[in-house]
C-alpha cells in the first residue's frame, strides 16, 4: 500500500478521534464564562494586630480606664502581700495529738560537687537530719487566732512562726518579730498538717509533729503583745 493509501485509509480514524477530542473539552469550555460579581467584595488583608493592640491602649489611657485597672492591680498586689490566701482546708485543734513524720527523700538524679565528687546516687534514700540539726522548731499557726498568736509567742525555744492563715506583715509591725506564711500550703501538705496549733520538732532523726489545742488566751497574755517567743 502507498503512503497516499495509508493516510486515506486513518483519515476515517483521524476525524473520529478529533470528534472526541472537542466533545470532552466542550463541558469544560461551556462552564469557563462569565457569571458576573454576586454580593459584596473587599480586599484580602492581614489585619495588622499590634497596630489594634496601641490603639485599644491608646484609647483605654484617654478613657482613663487604663489608669483604673493600673490602681486596681496594685490594690490586689498590696491586699495579698497584707493578706495572702488562706491554706484550704485548715481548722482548729481540738485535742492534743503526735505523731512522728520521716523527712527522708528519694534523690531524683546524682548530686555531685563541682568537682565531680559524688554526694548522692539516684534513687538513694536522704534524710537530712542525719546530717544537720533542725535549728528552730516550726510553729504553724493561724494567724487570725489571736488565742494561737499568743501561744507561739509564749514558745520557750528558738522557733519560727508560720502562718497558715492571717496578716504577716501587720503581725511583723505588731510584734517586731519575723511571721512567715506557708504560700500555696506546700509545707502544710508536705507535712500533713491539718490543724492549728500544731508544733514541728526534732526527734531523732525523725520530726514530731504535735497538734495543741488552744480554745482561748492564756489567762492574763492579753493579746500577746507583751510576750515574744525566742528566734
Same mark, same amino acid.
Given at each position: 500500500? +502507498? %503512503?497516499? %493509501?495509508?493516510?486515506?485509509? &486513518?483519515r476515517p480514524f483521524i476525524a473520529a478521534a478529533f470528534g472526541v477530542a472537542l466533545a470532552l473539552a466542550a463541558p469544560a469550555v461551556a462552564t469557563a464564562k *462569565?457569571?458576573?460579581? /454576586?454580593?459584596?467584595?473587599?480586599?484580602?488583608?492581614?489585619? #495588622? !494586630? !499590634?497596630a489594634q493592640i496601641e490603639a485599644r491602649l491608646r484609647e483605654m489611657e484617654r478613657s482613663g480606664e487604663l489608669a483604673r485597672l493600673e490602681d486596681e492591680a496594685r490594690a490586689n498586689a498590696r491586699r495579698k502581700l497584707e493578706e495572702p490566701d488562706p491554706v484550704f482546708g485548715i481548722a482548729p485543734a481540738r485535742e492534743e @495529738?503526735? /505523731?512522728? &513524720?520521716d523527712p527522708a $527523700? +528519694?534523690?531524683? @538524679? #546524682? $548530686? /555531685?560537687?563541682?568537682d565531680g565528687t559524688l554526694i548522692a546516687a539516684a534513687g538513694m534514700q536522704v534524710n537530712p537530719l542525719e546530717r544537720i540539726a533542725l535549728a528552730r522548731d516550726l510553729l504553724f499557726v493561724d494567724g487570725r487566732r489571736e488565742a494561737e498568736i499568743a501561744w507561739a509567742l509564749a514558745h520557750d525555744r528558738p522557733a519560727k512562726i508560720v502562718l497558715l492563715a492571717g496578716r504577716p506583715l501587720e503581725l511583723m509591725r505588731r510584734h517586731r518579730r519575723p511571721f512567715f506564711f *506557708?504560700?500555696? %500550703? @506546700? !509545707?502544710a501538705a508536705r507535712f500533713g498538717l491539718r490543724f492549728t496549733p500544731s508544733l514541728v520538732e526534732q526527734a531523732g532523726s525523725q520530726l514530731r509533729i504535735t497538734e495543741v489545742p488552744v480554745e482561748s488566751l492564756p489567762?492574763?497574755? %492579753? *493579746? =500577746?503583745? =507583751?510576750?515574744?517567743?525566742?528566734e
Amino acid at each position: 500500500m +502507498t %503512503g497516499t %493509501g495509508t493516510c486515506a485509509a &486513518f483519515r476515517p480514524f483521524i476525524a473520529a478521534a478529533f470528534g472526541v477530542a472537542l466533545a470532552l473539552a466542550a463541558p469544560a469550555v461551556a462552564t469557563a464564562k *462569565d457569571l458576573g460579581v /454576586r454580593g459584596a467584595t473587599w480586599p484580602v488583608a492581614e489585619p #495588622d !494586630l !499590634l497596630a489594634q493592640i496601641e490603639a485599644r491602649l491608646r484609647e483605654m489611657e484617654r478613657s482613663g480606664e487604663l489608669a483604673r485597672l493600673e490602681d486596681e492591680a496594685r490594690a490586689n498586689a498590696r491586699r495579698k502581700l497584707e493578706e495572702p490566701d488562706p491554706v484550704f482546708g485548715i481548722a482548729p485543734a481540738r485535742e492534743e @495529738r503526735s /505523731r512522728l &513524720f520521716d523527712p527522708a $527523700i +528519694t534523690v531524683a @538524679r #546524682d $548530686i /555531685r560537687t563541682p568537682d565531680g565528687t559524688l554526694i548522692a546516687a539516684a534513687g538513694m534514700q536522704v534524710n537530712p537530719l542525719e546530717r544537720i540539726a533542725l535549728a528552730r522548731d516550726l510553729l504553724f499557726v493561724d494567724g487570725r487566732r489571736e488565742a494561737e498568736i499568743a501561744w507561739a509567742l509564749a514558745h520557750d525555744r528558738p522557733a519560727k512562726i508560720v502562718l497558715l492563715a492571717g496578716r504577716p506583715l501587720e503581725l511583723m509591725r505588731r510584734h517586731r518579730r519575723p511571721f512567715f506564711f *506557708d504560700q500555696g %500550703g @506546700r !509545707l502544710a501538705a508536705r507535712f500533713g498538717l491539718r490543724f492549728t496549733p500544731s508544733l514541728v520538732e526534732q526527734a531523732g532523726s525523725q520530726l514530731r509533729i504535735t497538734e495543741v489545742p488552744v480554745e482561748s488566751l492564756p489567762p492574763g497574755s %492579753g *493579746d =500577746g503583745d =507583751g510576750t515574744e517567743a525566742k528566734e
